[in-house]
Each structure stands twice: as C-alpha cells, then as structure tokens.
C-alpha cells in the first residue's frame, strides 16, 4: 500500500527541474499524476519513470499562465483520474538573460513572469478548486522561493511573483479552510535544476557540463548545510505538506533551504562572497 494510493495530483511543470522529481515520488508512493507542461520531451521521459517507481501518470500539454490551458488540464485530470486531490503549483521561470532593474525590465518579460509564476496559481486553483470540493476537501501547494521573503539585486518580477506566491497562498487558505482545502508553500533555497543550470551556464559563458556541475555546487557554500538542494529533498517536503501528518497545517509556507533564510547577510561579509 503506498501513502497516496487512490490520490489525484496534478504538477504544474512537472516535466522538468523538482517538479519532475515530485511526480517521480508521488508515482512511487501511489498517487496517480497528471504533469501539465510544454516540455512533451522531458514529459515523456518523466512519465516513463513514474510506470517504473509504480503508478502510470498523463501528460497534458499547456502553457499554464493560460486560462484555457488550466481549464483543459483539470477537466483532463479528473477524466482520466477521476477527481482532483492534490495541486503542486510548481512552474515557475527566470531567465538567465532577464536580471535587470525594473527600468529595464520590459513588459513583456514582466506579464510572462509573473503570468506563469503566479497567475497560473490562480488559474489553476480556480478549476481545481472545484474537483476538490466534490471530493471533500484536498491540498494545494504553491512552489514560491527564498526570494519571496528576502531579495537580491536585479530580479524585480520574480521577486514580485514569488512574494505574490506567498500572499496568494494566505488568502487561499482563510478562504476555503472551511472546506478542508488546505493551501500551503515552500521556500526552495537553491536547488540543483535545469533552472538553475541555466544560470551558471550564462554566468560561466560555458555548456561545459563538468564546469557547470561545479558552478552549481559552490552555490552551495552560501547555504549553512554546505550544499544544494535536490528533487528529492523538495518531494520530501511536498509530500509531507501533502499528506494526513500536516492535517492541521494551513496557510503556512515551509522553508527547504539548507538553512539560508536562517542567515544574515552580516553572516557571510554583507555577500561579499556572492
Ligand atoms: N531551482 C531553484 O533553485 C529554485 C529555488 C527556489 C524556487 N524555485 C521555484 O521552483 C519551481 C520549479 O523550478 P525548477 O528549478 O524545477 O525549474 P526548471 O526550469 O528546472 O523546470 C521548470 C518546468 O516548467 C516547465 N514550464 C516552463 N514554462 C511553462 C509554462 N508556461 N507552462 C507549463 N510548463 C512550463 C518547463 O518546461 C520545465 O519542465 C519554480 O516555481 C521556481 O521558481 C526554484
């Protein structure tokens, strides 16, 4: 018997990155899970996975800071699985080329940020929401960041949305607490993704792989438990929140972040080590 046999999840860009990894564990823990992305590739790889930890899942593909999208991924889901029990809103971007003061952000930069970091939370909680209630309650997690509670220089719409993440999901869950929703977020610190392999590539001005890898591992160092995060610690903490053992958990948002929010930034020379 797995913890989230007979569970309906769906995984907002869960092709890829944690989400891809928080599908894998729900597979193996027993929850059927529909990824919706637009990463048919990776999806394909990710749902093969899923048949091997245990549970088949489906893919649908959508671009989920569109309202149609959202709806179709619901309507699909409940289809296929029979309801809705638990949302991971997990997409999120930020684009290596788009660190800029809000002068020089565009427009255009801004409504994509913020439409697929935080109103694709509202969309796809407003359709869910729904299934849920047919069937007596279920879970939504929204996947914000550190950077929704502290900043850093240059990140003006993600910082926003991630901060919109964090405010949604309060309000969220005073509003249907009485119905056995419960909405939650966590605060990944950095973790090991193609997100953030993005970043060091453009920093280094190298794809070298090895050179990459040891990028990423250095961010590490800022963190107090001297390390990145992994797929594997975020599903941990998701399918916690997720399940019966966080029943009485709402509204609130778990850090999963090695202990960096815990940090001044006196701690480490005001970053001078950034
Ligand atoms: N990686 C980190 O260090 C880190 C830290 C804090 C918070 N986060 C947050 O965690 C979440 C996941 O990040 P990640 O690092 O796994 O990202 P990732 O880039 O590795 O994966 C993101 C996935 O989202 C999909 N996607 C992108 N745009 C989409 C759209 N419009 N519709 C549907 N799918 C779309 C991509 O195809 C990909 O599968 C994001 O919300 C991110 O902001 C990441």
Request: glycine share 12%.
């Amino acid at each position: 018997m797995g913890e989230f046999d007979g569970k309906a999840v769906i995984i907002t860009g869960g092709a890829l990155g944690m989400g891809g990894d928080v599908a894998v564990e729900f597979a193996r823990a027993g929850a059927s899970v529909a990824i919706a992305d637009i990463n048919e590739v990776a999806a394909a790889s990710t749902l093969e996975k899923m048949r091997e930890a245990g549970t088949d899942g489906i893919f649908v593909h959508a671009d989920v800071s569109q309202s149609a999208a959202c709806r179709r991924v619901v309507s699909d889901t409940a289809a296929a699985f029979g309801g809705i029990d638990i949302l991971f809103n997990n997409v999120g971007i930020q684009p290596s080329d788009s660190y800029a003061n809000v002068e020089d952000t565009s427009e255009e930069l801004w409504d994509r940020i913020i439409g697929i970091n935080l109103k694709s939370r509202f969309l796809m909680s407003k359709y869910a929401i729904p299934e849920m209630r047919k069937r007596g309650g279920g879970v939504i997690i929204n996947n914000a960041s550190v950077q929704g509670i502290q900043s850093m220089p240059g990140v003006p719409a993600y910082a926003a949305s991630k901060g919109g993440d964090l405010s949604l999901t309060r309000q969220m869950s005073l509003d249907y607490a009485a119905e056995n929703i419960r909405v939650m977020a966590i605060c990944p610190g950095t973790i090991d993704t193609e997100m953030v392999r993005n970043v060091a590539r453009q920093e280094l001005g190298t794809a070298d792989e090895d050179a990459v890898a040891a990028r990423v591992a250095q961010y590490g160092k800022d963190h107090p438990l001297g390390r990145v995060g992994t797929g594997l610690d975020i599903a941990n903490a998701v399918m916690f929140l997720a399940s019966e053992k966080a029943s009485f958990m709402t509204g609130s948002y778990l850090a999963v972040d090695g202990g960096y929010l815990a940090q001044g930034a006196w701690a480490t020379g005001a970053g001078a080590e950034a």
